[in-house]
């Protein structure tokens, strides 16, 4: 126990490392962390990892869904659902079936079964490298939307898919007609699994007195209980936990309503997801060894020639479905050609590059079961399927991810449609709160503004705050004001902020005031922090 204790503290401390070294030479850490994994598991003395593969799957996956699902706008979801679901659904199947019978076709002993099993596992681009890879980039908001409303969607039809090829192999039969029809009823159920157990989730939130604390809690263990409902009945635990998650993030506004609740859940989940996330990809390069030792040497060069091939496969696959669904739409539909500015080439180039391989694919494939049967029968082509996966997801997030900054930046590609930039938006949505507060005081206290100086100095506060906002919103509009000059500005507060922490950290110190108003005081700090940087998921 104490062994196994240390292994696990020392790993994780690793990957902290590892993300911060990442960090300091500005790779993307999921990048990173793969080629870090696979050089630390050649370290003579490193052990071996022996992970089960249930375990991977059930511990990592809901999590993951849910907080991509939480942090998606159901609006811009709304919007694109004609390419999103493309993307999520119809490519997904495009690329395994094409993968199935090429595999089944290429490599001896592989059946067109197992040719859905590995073109289900490799067919879901990840959704977190891609995510990190473009953090920074100037990336049109249309593209960011619809990449992350398919890597939401397209993990459920990816892992259907598996789970048809899986029981075609463990039972010997398969019938499309019949699977078909399972797809629906299984995602379909899924999605009621999800909608009943958010609302449930929405009435524990709303009408029992939860905390912080036991909100925060009871959130990390709602994909959990979606996920294994969905999966009890066998249905798609996936399409659970992202209908829940969606439903729920819709919702939220009404059972969250504290501000220390808020904060307190962004601080679990955002620690909650990095670790996830950072783990995961350690993991992809420290388990390739027990992958080789179970291939073999001769299979290995095999191995690795046959994921090259697969890797070049999803990668041509997915240029030749995104470019044809970006133009023929809006070649035959003259509502698309009017309500939708064309995407050039530019969009589905940084569209089709950006489908690199992660995390789903990984678990999926390490969730295959060792033995066919009772009786012990290995299954078959599971470590090479194991191991072209992994060369599958080093070839797309390395080299892919690698190279896809420099293409966006080599192609200079600009806002697609016309928005609002966020900062104009910040201001706009802060002027309507503060002039609703005015006049809520106006009407409703008038006789108290002029009696209680508090109430009074809050009036003042809230006109100034309008006409600031105002002024600042209104030079933005009379003249051409250029992003270094915002990004100049956000930089000063940030400045002031950390100088003012350096002094509440004097007045600690010296003991000047009582903690818990320091405390209070570096909260507000905090928050005026988000108000420039945002929030990052």
Not at 131 to 150: C, D, F, Q, S, Y
Not at 188 to 206: E, Q, S, T
Request: overall charge neutral.
């Amino acid at each position: 126990m104490h062994h196994n204790l240390l292994l696990i503290l020392f790993l994780l401390f690793a990957v902290m490392m590892l993300v911060l070294l990442a960090k300091k030479i500005k790779i993307a850490y999921p990048i990173f962390l793969v080629i870090a994994g696979l050089g630390i598991s050649f370290i003579p003395g490193i052990p071996v990892l022996k992970l089960d593969p249930d375990i991977i799957f059930l511990l990592f996956l809901p999590p993951l869904l849910y907080e991509a699902a939480w942090y998606t706008s159901w609006k811009d979801f709304w919007k694109w659902k004609r390419p999103i679901s493309l993307l999520a659904f119809g490519l997904v199947f495009f690329t395994s079936l094409i993968v199935a019978y090429i595999s089944s076709s290429m490599i001896p002993g592989f059946t067109l079964a197992l040719g859905f099993l590995l073109g289900g596992i490799v067919s879901p681009p990840d959704a977190v490298a891609a995510a990190t890879v473009m953090k920074g980039l100037k990336i049109p908001k249309r593209l960011l939307t619809i990449l992350e409303g398919e890597s939401l969607v397209n993990d459920a039809a990816s892992l259907i898919v598996f789970r048809f090829a899986l029981a075609a192999v463990l039972t010997g039969t398969f019938s499309m007609q019949e699977a078909t029809g399972q797809f629906f009823l299984v995602a379909g159920m899924g999605v009621i699994v999800g909608i009943i157990g958010g609302n449930i989730m929405y009435a524990i939130h709303r009408f029992l007195p939860t905390t912080p604390a036991i909100d925060a809690a009871l959130t990390v263990m709602t994909p959990y209980i979606l996920f294994l409902a969905a999966e009890q009945f066998h249905f798609s635990g996936v399409m659970a936990v992202v209908t829940g998650g969606l439903f729920i993030s819709w919702r939220s506004h009404e059972i969250f309503k504290t501000g220390s609740t808020r904060l307190n859940m962004l601080g679990v989940w955002t620690t909650m997801i990095f670790v996830m996330n950072a783990l995961v990809f350690i993991l992809i390069g420290l388990e390739l060894p027990e992958i080789v030792q179970g291939l073999g040497t001769h299979l290995v060069f095999q191995g690795l020639k046959y994921g090259i091939l697969i890797s070049l496969i999803v990668i041509v696959l997915r240029f030749l479905w995104v470019y044809p669904i970006a133009h023929i739409p809006r070649f035959l539909f003259k509502s698309i050609r009017e309500n939708e500015p064309s995407p050039g080439w530019k969009g589905p180039l940084i569209t089709s590059y950006a489908g690199m391989r992660g995390v789903v694919s990984l678990a999926t494939a390490l969730s295959i079961p060792i033995y066919l049967d009772e009786n012990g029968t290995l299954f078959p082509e599971r470590n090479m399927i194991i191991f072209i996966t992994f060369v599958v997801i080093f070839i797309t997030l390395v080299f892919q991810g690698l190279t896809l900054p420099l293409i966006i930046k080599w192609i200079n590609i600009g806002e697609i449609d016309s928005t609002i930039p966020e900062d104009q938006q910040r201001k706009r949505i802060q002027i309507r709160l503060d002039v609703l507060g005015l006049n809520y005081i106006s009407e409703k206290y008038p006789q108290e503004i002029s009696e209680n100086e508090l109430i009074e100095f809050y009036k003042n506060s809230l006109q100034n705050e309008i006409s600031n906002n105002q002024k600042s919103f209104d030079s933005v509009e009379c003249r051409d004001t250029k992003k270094e000059e915002v990004e100049e500005y956000h930089h000063l507060l940030l400045e002031i902020h950390a100088l003012q922490r350096k002094e509440l950290f004097k007045m600690r110190k010296y003991k000047e005031f009582e903690d818990s108003e320091i405390r209070k005081a570096e909260l507000q700090l905090d928050l005026n922090d988000l108000k420039v940087t945002g929030t990052e998921h």
